[in-house]
């Protein structure tokens, strides 16, 4: 567990009880935990910035409108968020019939040091990357995306994604593992 997290899922549970009844400060404390993390979850999914904002919208409707059944968020209120946002994306996602982009921050692949040869390279590299990912299955990417964009552990992505712990690392591991193969080259065997 992340340093910090019990006294956090302590004061979750104080505010969404307030929530529960439609306290305005309430809900304006829980937007204001959840919007930019969502934002940028779904963000990562879909690609699209625009799309992005109408689905963290329609996520927070959804709160909204089930907030008051505990015994959807009881548990963990923050996979039960995570697992809105993941449906909404696959929801899109058959709408669209389309495989979902990982947009990957050209950031994250540079150093603050460098000249302009590094960062052409940087981006080359994290375009690479992205074709990579794209061709990695709908639920390893949705795997990755948890990980190491937001961050949760095995356990959080297994209650999102409905699947066990055990079987969420195995998907880590076969993506990582078929990352590996596709950017280093190398055939199946």
Request: charged residues 30%; aromatic residues 6%; proline residues 2%.
């Amino acid at each position: 567990m992340r340093k910090g997290r019990s006294s956090h899922v302590t004061d979750d549970t104080s505010l969404l009880r307030r929530a529960q009844s439609y306290d305005a400060a309430a809900l304006a404390e829980l937007y204001d935990r959840y919007a930019l993390r969502m934002y940028a979850y779904i963000y990562r999914r879909v690609g699209d910035a625009a799309l992005a904002e109408d689905l963290t919208s329609e996520l927070f409707l959804r709160v909204l409108r089930a907030i008051r059944n505990e015994r959807a968020w009881r548990d963990s209120f923050t996979a039960w968020i995570y697992r809105i946002a993941h449906n909404l994306v696959v929801d899109q996602h058959r709408r669209r019939l389309t495989t979902p982009d990982l947009p990957l921050d050209e950031e994250l692949l540079s150093s603050d040091e460098e000249g302009p040869d590094r960062a052409v390279e940087s981006a080359a590299d994290c375009e690479h990357l992205r074709r990579a990912i794209a061709r990695l299955t709908p639920e390893q990417q949705e795997v990755l995306a948890l990980r190491f964009g937001e961050g949760l552990t095995a356990r959080e992505i297994a209650e999102i994604v409905r699947k066990t712990t055990g079987a969420v690392e195995a998907l880590q591991h076969r993506a990582l593992a078929s990352l590996r193969r596709i950017l280093t080259g190398e055939t199946d065997r």
